[in-house]
């Protein structure tokens, strides 16, 4: 399958200071990505849609001031939580789908690693 | 708001066995459906994705899909405790984005 790299793996910050995740595609383009954030115990939440070359679509209750995302080229998009509080504390997750050839049929959608955020 | 129900478990099954995991979903026009595995702590990894009517397998992995009753299933044969882990069923909304259930816990116990 493709491969989605995503960094840092965890981060500890202060409360008030911002966090910026990359997620990179490595073998292939990635028009689109998304990303989701996961509180323990709970299932994937997706908070937005990162579109190369263009806004991100945020989904209902996310605050897009507050979690900016940046699509700048094929290969990355970054998250960045600005003014990070303790309820911001979670873990983030990004995802590409690979479009160059249906794997077995469906075009499949591979996570990144991971990023779990701590805020002090 | 495209719905993905899971049984949230933990279902509980002895080394060597046949683990059968359950998923049904709302929109009656989703193409494409997904299974992930994801260990506590760890991101989703992918496992199987399956689009017709029918079995598909793959080693110990077996996807089921009925889209007339909109469901999909995931049998584990020989199921091992490093296949302990939540199983996320998904699938697709429209083009581009994927609805997740809420994953069944699975613990094999040895």
């Known amino acids: 399958g493709a491969v989605v790299s995503q960094h840092p793996s965890w981060v500890i910050c202060k409360s008030g200071t911002s966090v910026k995740i990359e997620c990179r595609s490595l073998d292939f383009q990635a028009t689109t990505m998304f990303w989701y954030r996961q509180f323990p115990k709970q299932s994937l939440m997706l908070m937005a849609t990162s579109n190369e070359g263009s806004k991100a679509t945020y989904e209902q209750g996310v605050e897009k001031d507050k979690f900016l995302i940046n699509h700048a080229s094929l290969t990355l998009s970054t998250l960045t939580v600005t003014s990070a509080h303790p309820e911001d504390s979670s873990f983030y997750i990004c995802s590409a789908r690979d479009w160059r050839d249906p794997g077995q049929g469906v075009y499949e959608a591979f996570f990144g690693q991971g990023t779990r955020l701590t805020v002090v | 708001q495209k719905e993905v129900e899971q049984n949230s478990g933990p279902l509980s099954v002895p080394e060597g066995a046949i683990a059968s995991l359950n998923c049904t979903y709302s929109?009656?026009?989703?193409?494409?459906f997904f299974w992930y595995r994801q260990y506590s702590g760890k991101s989703p990894e992918l496992i199987m994705s399956?689009?017709?009517?029918g079995d598909k397998e793959d080693g110990r992995f077996t996807a089921q899909l009925n889209k007339a009753s909109q469901y999909v299933s995931l049998l584990i044969r020989d199921s091992q405790p490093s296949d302990s882990a939540t199983y996320l069923c998904?699938?697709?909304?429209?083009?581009?984005?994927?609805?997740f259930g809420t994953g069944t816990r699975l613990l094999v116990s040895p």
């Open positions: 399956i689009y017709s009517n």
């Open positions: 929109d009656r026009g989703s193409q494409s």
């Open positions: 998904a699938v697709n909304e429209g083009f581009q984005k994927l609805v």
